[in-house]
Structures are given as C-alpha cells and as structure tokens.
C-alpha cells in the first residue's frame, strides 16, 4: 500500500477536530497508521466512511484490558502518541460510543490538564530567562540598533520568537483543555465533525513560516563565520569604502608604522575586516597608523603618529541608519557628554554629526543605506575628514 504523510491539522489535544479530520481523510482513501510530532503518516486504500475517537489516558500505555473492551465494543485500537490513543471503526457498524458519560471523559483529562498547565509553566519561566538574557545583550550598553546591524543577536531573537509562540501554544492548551474538561462536566460532549479546515491552514503557515526560521536561526552563525575576513590593509589605494589616512594627511612624508601588532600574518594596526549580518550584508572596518619622520606631537611625546579607524555599514532596510549612527555615538562617546556632538548640515549628507577635541575628531555620517564612521586622530583639519567621507560613502 502506498504510503501518504501529512501535517496535522492541529494540535492533538483538540480532540474533536482531530477525530474530525481523521474521518475526513478515511473519506477519501486516507487510513491513519501513526501519529507523530508534526506529521501523520497514513496508507492509501479505497475510500471508506469510518469514525475516530480518541482516548487519553492517565498513563501514556493504554492497558491490553482496555483494548480488548473496546474491541469488543467494535472499536479497533490503530495508534498512540504519548497519552493519545486512537481507535476506529466503521460508520455502518454503529458502534456505541466509547465515552457515554461526558462527567467520565472529563476525569480522563484530569492528567492531561496538570501536565499541559506544568508545561506552560516550565516554557514561560525558561522564556522570561532567555529573553532577560537577550534584553540584556540588547540594552546593556544602550545601543539595540547596532547589537542587531553588527548580527551579534539576529539568530538568537529570531529563536526568541519561536519560544514565545511555543510559550504561547502551550498557555493556549492548558486553558483549552481546562475549558473541555468544564464543558464534558457540565454534561456537554465532545463535537466528533468539529470543522478543522481553517485551524490546518492556520497551522499549515505557522508550520511552515518557523520551520524557515529555525533554519535562519541554525544558518545564520555560520553564513556570518564564512564571510568574516581579515587581511592586512595594502599601503596603495583600494576600492574599498574606508577613508585612508594619507588622503587625509596630504603629508608626502607620511610612512606607515613599522611596529604594530602583527599576528595570524596581519598587521591589526594597518587592516581591514570585512563582516556580514542579515541587516547589514555589506560591513567594513579598517585601522591605519602611520608616521611623519621629524614631526613631533606639540606636547614632545614622541614622532607625530596620526591614526585612522573607519567603520562602514550597507544597511539592507532604508530608515536604521539615524538609528545606527544614534547607537554608534552612544558606544563610543565613553563618559563623554552626548551635547557635544554636533550635527551639520550637508549637500551630499542626509545626517552628519561631528565631534572635534584637539586632535581627535570624530564624522558620523549616513547617506541612502549607508552609514560611516571615522575617527581620526591628528592635527589634520576635521573639514578633511568630511570630504573624505563624502567622497567614499558616494563611490560606486
């Protein structure tokens, strides 16, 4: 016989929908053979008008004494899953129900609606730690767009969510099943044909929209290890949207530092990475130090050494970058006060934001998709940096 697996319309502890469906399949030639987490497997014959029912037992074993009951009650025993059983039986044998007194069926569910109330309990009491956890990633330091744009958190809050749907599905069972077993008391039974069509849809999506975000979530930490490169940063120019420390020097005495930290054959003092995130799949960052020969530092601290870091951002949606440049302020202004920081206007800038103190200056810009930030150290004028910047966030 051939073989037919399919997604359960539902979760099984709605039971009527399930008997339901089951009966359904039967009708067009489909007969349940297993029960599973997600999917039923069935095997195909001619189609058949049969019933289903499903009994949930204190125990997840239903006991060869009950079977042979039933049975002798014209009702087969087909397949369990943990506390579900189920039986069937022709619709043309009529055979009597299993449960005649709902008060009966209602005690059945007594074990069950303990279980799924101490479930709901484990998974939001797990789910409020790992979203504490993750708020505190996000938050700790103020900077949420930046946590996210540099991909640190992007796997873990897309698992977030999946638990909170889980937290969710779980709180929804305890209180349903509470509900069921109030009604079966009351005298009112269970509804054999409850209509199951629009909660399989339902779940269908759902199934199939987590499914996708489980795999995002696994491929994501990888896909951003493949794409993260280091490698030592040329001294000729390159096609890459960092500033260089010698356009902005314009020394033709200006040499790159020899003595640097060199490890794993890169030169960490004269580099540049380069980095990939769901929301910002194009991420460069750069540092240059170099040397004017028979320059001082005004104070006589030594050679004059200016130094250049650029971080560059391409973001994937328009509208993060005020946000991003707001975080990126945020994590490297230190104990500095936020006023100053001043923002200027210009032509080929939709945001440009400045902070100058003596020989550290810092640009924060933004134009399109793209954010950029440069912080220079040296006596350069900080107009220098600007233009730059100007000139690198435009080029193709």
Excluded: C
């Excluded at 100053?340 to 945001?351: A, G, I, N, R, S």
């Amino acid at each position: 016989m051939k073989t037919v697996y399919k997604l359960s319309p539902s979760d099984y502890w709605r039971i009527g929908e399930l008997e339901s469906w089951l009966s359904d399949m039967a009708a067009e030639g489909l007969f349940l053979k297993k029960l599973g987490r997600q999917f039923v497997k069935f095997e195909k014959a001619d189609p058949k008008n049969m019933r289903y029912r499903v009994v949930v037992s204190i125990s997840k074993e239903i006991s060869a004494e009950q079977v042979d009951m039933y049975g002798d009650k014209g009702w087969d025993f087909v397949t369990s899953y943990g506390s579900f059983h189920v039986f069937s039986s022709p619709a043309e044998l009529n055979a009597p129900e299993l449960y005649t007194d709902p008060s009966e069926q209602s005690y059945s569910l007594k074990e069950l609606d303990k279980q799924l109330v101490f479930n709901a309990a484990v998974i939001i009491f797990g789910l409020v730690i790992f979203i504490g956890l993750l708020a505190s990633t996000w938050f700790l330091d103020g900077t949420p767009t930046f946590v996210m744009v540099e991909g640190i958190m992007v796997h873990q809050t897309l698992l977030a969510i999946y638990i909170s749907y889980i937290a969710y599905a779980s709180l929804q069972a305890a209180f349903s099943v509470r509900d069921l077993r109030k009604r079966l008391a009351e005298g009112i039974p269970i509804d054999h044909h409850a209509p199951w069509k629009k909660r399989h849809t339902f779940h269908t999506a759902i199934s199939f929209l987590f499914t996708v975000m489980i795999g995002l979530s696994a491929i994501i930490p990888f896909v951003h290890l493949m794409k993260m490169d280091t490698k030592t940063l040329p001294e000729k120019d390159v096609n890459l949207p960092i500033v260089r420390l010698a356009e902005v020097e314009s020394d033709p005495k200006l040499e790159r530092a020899k003595d640097t930290y060199i490890d794993d054959d890169v030169d960490w003092g004269n580099r540049y990475s380069y980095n990939w995130s769901l929301l910002a799949p194009v991420q460069y960052e750069a540092d240059e130090t170099g040397l004017v020969e028979g320059s001082l530092w005004e104070d006589g601290s030594g050679e004059y050494s200016p130094a250049i870091h650029t971080q560059y951002y391409q973001l994937r949606f328009p509208g993060m970058e005020e946000h991003l440049i707001s975080d990126l302020i945020k994590r490297y202004s230190f104990e500095t006060s936020q006023d100053v920081y001043v923002e200027k206007k210009h032509p080929e800038l939709d945001l440009l934001i400045v902070h100058e103190d003596k020989e550290m200056k810092e640009v924060f810009a933004s134009w399109g998709n793209e954010v950029m930030y440069v912080h220079y150290f040296g006596y350069a004028d900080v107009n220098s940096v600007i233009e730059n910047v100007v000139e690198k966030i435009h080029q193709e």
